[in-house]
């Protein structure tokens, strides 16, 4: 039976005031963010022709991180890393062209990027994990539960797009008339700091622009397709419109809705949108997980 969950919470965070390959390790073993001690390596993988790069924190059940456009795992996932990692195997990715992971001889598209993440995890020899995907991160999230149903355990759709119309019309313009001078500062001082080759910083952009420009609604009947439990989360101020979400969360037959005050990414911590008063330590998190620990009905 659907369940049907939609969390208005400001004023709980007001009172309480994120084929067959070769792998190889990196050789830096110490991870970048550190309060508790973690279980942290990292490496590459050849995947359908890139060369693709994973962290791992943590011990248990895998949760496989997918980080949204222009950005890297640090850029987006940094925040809240360690506070899944207390209580499961954390596999944070990154995808074509973005950060550590090289390029190949073609456009992006969220299906492609979705069969590189289970082929990541297939040289892994994991067959079973739960999703947890930003942005562009959550539409190939979505495809990786559209394409691959039997590796997925759960999902967790964050600020996600399924249709074109999720999005305000002057998005669509924007991104036809994008430039890297006009991409955020942070994201791109986050790329310099981990890109092999600084150069394909705009190579990424190019590449995340041109699908953005392209980019065709999900089918209905591909959506309505998931089986999998799925968390849909937006920030009341995101760029995906409220509508958007509530309309995924009926297509999605076992799912629930969470808008959580904020703009676009705020609630995890993103690099765009910290504020020192972030609360996601205090609520997101422990309520991402508490969907993840729940027993199937």
Known sequence: ????????????????????????EGENNKPTITNNTLVFKNGYSE??????????????KPLVIIHGGGSTIQSNF?????????????????????????DRN?????????????????NMKIDKADFFGFSNGGTTTLQIAIRHPKIVDKIVLGSALAKRNGVPEWFWGFMEQAKL?????????????????????????????????NFKDIPDEQIKSIKAPALIII??????????????????????????PGGHGEYIGEITTLKSDTKESEFVIPM???????KVE
């Open 235 to 260: 920030g009341d101020k995101d760029i995906i419109t409220p509508e958007h979400a509530i309309e995924l969360h009926r297509q999605i037959a076992n799912s629930e809705l969470a808008i959580i």
């Open 78 to 102: 940094e925040k809240v890393i360690p506070l899944f990692a207390k209580s499961r195997k954390v596999i944070a990715v990154e995808l074509q062209a973005h950060g550590r992971t090289s």
């Open 106 to 122: 073609a456009d992006l598209s969220f299906e492609q990027d979705a069969d590189d993440v289970v082929t990541l995890l297939k």
């Open 288 to 294: 991402i997980e508490k969907f993840l620990d729940k």
């Open 47 to 60: 995947v359908n022709g890139i060369r693709m790069y994973y962290e791992i924190y943590g011990q248990g």
């Open 1 to 24: 039976m659907k369940r049907t969950i939609i969390l208005f919470v400001l004023a709980l965070l007001t009172l309480v005031s994120c084929n067959q390959t070769t792998q190889s």
């Open 181 to 213: 001078e006009n991409m955020p500062k942070q994201l791109k001082t986050a790329y310099k700091q981990v890109a092999p080759d600084t150069s394909g910083l705009q190579v990424m952009h190019d590449r995340d622009a041109k699908r953005m420009v």
